[in-house]
């Protein structure tokens, strides 16, 4: 069995998920608390969570905190949900949370069966990007403090710009991220946005962490993370492109 639909059996694992789904960003010790069972318990549930990709952890000083990683959960969306039931789901893939006393952090976490070298090549090459990217390019000198642009060339529109804040390729990328899609995201202002891929056996493990987001965010700002990241598996896996809400956005305007 696919061990996504492995974990997602088990009532008390999807208890676990609803309670990262409600606040993300948990310990051990919070989500033991809000859960009727031993702190082992616990752990052993998360356990199964992480290997399935369906929870990864962060650690911030001397606390391990727990994120949902809805990337899997889009995957199996766009396998299977999306062919009947697309008019339903599509809500299903803007996971938001709140965190109480710190800025917002999304967490997102792929395995792409890639190089470290083809990886970074897809996203920093603008023709690459395009391709998964809602038909968004980005441009730029890719140099630790260069600028970057991101337009979509068929619709004529600026999407987002920032600066390169680290680039040490093939392995990290550091960039202020400004949207610049509709006013609304315009005023979120500045946040973060962290690439970091790791070489697993013959895959790479993809990290994606968009951070310091104000409390309460415009979901816009992360909401299409992982539509953007299962067309990048799907592109640089078998060479063909997927098509997702999110990849149709700007599909009017370039006609």
């Known amino acids: 069995m696919d061990p996504v639909f492995k974990a997602l059996a088990d009532p008390t694992r999807r208890g676990l998920l609803d309670e990262l789904f409600a606040r993300d960003g948990q310990t051990l010790g919070e989500l033991e608390e809000r859960l009727p069972m031993t702190r082992f318990g616990v752990m052993k549930h998360l356990k199964v969570l992480e290997e399935a990709g369906l929870v990864t952890?962060?650690?911030?000083?001397?606390?391990?905190?727990?994120?949902?990683?809805?990337?899997?959960?889009?995957?199996?969306?766009?396998?299977?949900?999306?062919?009947?039931a697309e008019p339903w789901a599509a809500g299903l893939s803007g996971l938001k949370r709140e965190l109480e006393d710190r800025p917002m952090e999304k967490v997102f976490e792929i395995y792409i069966k890639t190089t470290p070298e083809r990886l970074w090549e897809a996203?920093?090459?603008?023709?690459?990007?395009?391709?998964?990217?809602?038909?968004?390019?980005?441009?730029?000198?890719?140099?630790a403090g260069s600028a970057y642009e991101s337009v979509h060339p068929g619709a004529g529109i600026s999407i987002a710009a920032g600066e390169n804040l680290e680039v040490d390729a093939p392995r990290r990328l550091v960039q202020s991220f400004n949207a610049l899609w509709s006013d609304d995201v315009k005023a979120e202002g500045t946040s973060r946005v962290t690439w970091e891929i790791e070489q697993v056996e013959d895959s790479c493990r993809l990290t994606v962490t968009h951070d310091q987001l104000r409390e309460g965010a415009n979901d816009e700002l992360f909401g299409?993370?992982?539509?953007?990241?299962?067309?990048?598996?799907?592109?640089?896996?078998?060479g063909e492109l997927l098509t997702t809400p999110g990849s149709l956005r700007y599909s009017d305007a370039a006609a």
Not at 127 to 136: C, D, E, M, S
Request: aromatic share 10%; hydrophobic share 35%.
């Open 57 to 84: 952890t962060r650690r911030r000083g001397r606390e391990k905190l727990h994120h949902l990683n809805p990337v899997p959960i889009r995957l199996v969306h766009d396998r299977w949900v999306s062919k009947y």
């Open 123 to 143: 996203i920093t090459d603008p023709a690459l990007r395009q391709k998964y990217n809602f038909g968004v390019g980005v441009e730029s000198e890719w140099t």
């Open 224 to 238: 299409g993370w992982p539509m953007i990241l299962s067309g990048l598996k799907t592109l640089l896996e078998t």
